[in-house]
Each structure stands twice: as structure tokens, then as C-alpha cells.
């Protein structure tokens, strides 16, 4: 009976023997599965699905789903995964996107400022002789202009209106054409001593060395044909001018400086002449004036033509003061 007891013990102690490695067996199975050596385990990315935590995590899902549902939801994973990294550089590329979009302005700004036609190319300077300077803008003419200055040092534009271009002259018929420069009116003193100055290189093509003046007569009798006269006839002009000088300049313009007193020795028909080189002085013949033999109404006329008009022809006072103000720097 002892030895029945015995035998039945060690039958039970093999069997929990037994049982216990099959337990044992069991949980190798599991941890072989679980240990990340079966590439099935890794992802896409390569990522190794193997650590504490994750085969928690893939208990779990394996567990909770069925195959099907568990390669869906790694794909969504994946996909989610995958969208978030592209969103992220999405992101970040979104404000360089803007500061590119922010530095292109100038760029499409100066593109369009290239853009615009050159004021040079839209007059017709390859062609000057069609010129019409009563019908080009203020801008034009501005520009067209520009490369004149001044005939007297420091001096600019007339406050006067009567003494600017297109002013009118009742007393002969006519207009005024060109601009007067008085001293109190143009911002320096302008006597006989006063230097008259090139505007702008050019070629003397008119110098009066050999100028009379009027008798009080045949300024009389000028008059009074200038005032039967619908306007003021070319040759009387001429003579209301008194002692000139003429030059030449690029495209065709031409200077002219009236009611001079004298004129420099150097300065003859052919003469090239610099911008500011000085061509004579100031003084008040071709006027009633010096026909009387008076000192007084010193000044120089200045006038600006082009293709058979002076500058200003037609235009009201404040576009005149304007071009002129804006021209002759
Ligand atoms: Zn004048």
C-alpha cells in the first residue's frame, strides 16, 4: 500500500511535469512570434516591429481584429502615417512659398517698370524733321528739351506771364515767342554787362555782327504795318528782334538770342559753340527803346524752335511756365 502511494505521487509529479513543459512549449510559440525575426514584421518603411511596447501594441491589434481587418489597418496606418509626412513639408514649404511669393513682387514690379516704353522711343527723334512740337505732351517736350539750360548764369523762368512764350503782343499783332529774361523777373540782375550764354551745343548759323538799328521812322512805319497786318509779318519780326544770334542743335533746334547788345568777335556763322560758352550780352535793340536812343528796357529774348515752331506755340501760361520750368535746368 506504501508503494501504491508512491507510484501514484510520481505519476502525478510526471504529469505536472508533463504539463508544465507544454505550458512552457506554449509560451515559446508565442515569444518566437512575437520576437520580430520574421520580416512579415517589419513595414513599408522598414521600420522593425520588435520591442516591449510595440508587441504590446501588435497583441493587441492582432487579437482585437481579424487578419483582413489587421492588414487594413495597417494600411490606414501607413496611409496616415504617409500623409502626415508629406502635410508636415507641406507646412513648412507653405511660408517659403510666401516669402518667395513676397520677393517676386519687387521682380514683377521692375519686370513691369522695364517694361514701359522709354520716353526716347516714343519720340520720334530718328526722324526729327516730323517733329511737331504743338502736339507732343509736356513730358515729351520736357525730354526733348532737357539738354538745354539757361542762356543767363543763375537765372530762371519769368514770374511775369506777359514775358513768356505765347504771350500776347497787341501792340504789333502778334505773340510774344520766345522768353524774356528782365532782371527782377528772372531771379538776377540783367544789365549790358550781362553775359548771354549758349543753351546747349550747338553751331552758330546766325550771328548780327554788321546790325543796324531802326530810325525812329522806319520803326514807326513797322508798326504801323504790323497793326493793319493780320499778324505780325516775318520780316517786321525780324527787325523787332534787333541783334541776334542763331544756333544750330541736335535734331534740328534751334536757338535764338534777340535785342543783344553784342556780340563776342568768336562767334561767327560755322562757329561750334559748348553749352555756356559765352556768345555776347544783353541789351534792348529792335525795341522802341533803343530806337529813341534809350538805355532802358535791357533784356534778353530767348527762343526755342523746332520744324518751324517755338516752344509753348498754343499752350496756356501754366503749361509754358512748366515746360520751360521743367526744360531749361
Ligand atoms: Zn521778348
Redesign the pocket.
Known sequence: MKYSKVLILIIVIILIAVGCMNIHKLSLTEDSFSSGANPADKDNTGNDYSGNVFNQEFYDRIYALNGQEFLNSLETSDNKKSTADKEEPDDKESPVKNTESENSKPEVSTSQENTEVPLEHLINIQNPSALNITQMSSEELIFLFSFLSHPIQGAKVSSVNG?LPNAPRTYRNGV?E???YYGGSCGVSVTKDTSVLAAGPGTVIRADHGFLEMTQAEYDEAIQISKSSAITPEDLLDKFRGMQIWIQHEHGIITRY??LDSIDSSIQVGTVVQKGQKIGNTGNTGTRESVQGSGSGI?L?FEIWLNGSFLGKGKSVSTVRNIYSQALK
Open positions: 514775358q510774344h520766345g522768353l524774356d534777340a535785342h533784356h529774348h
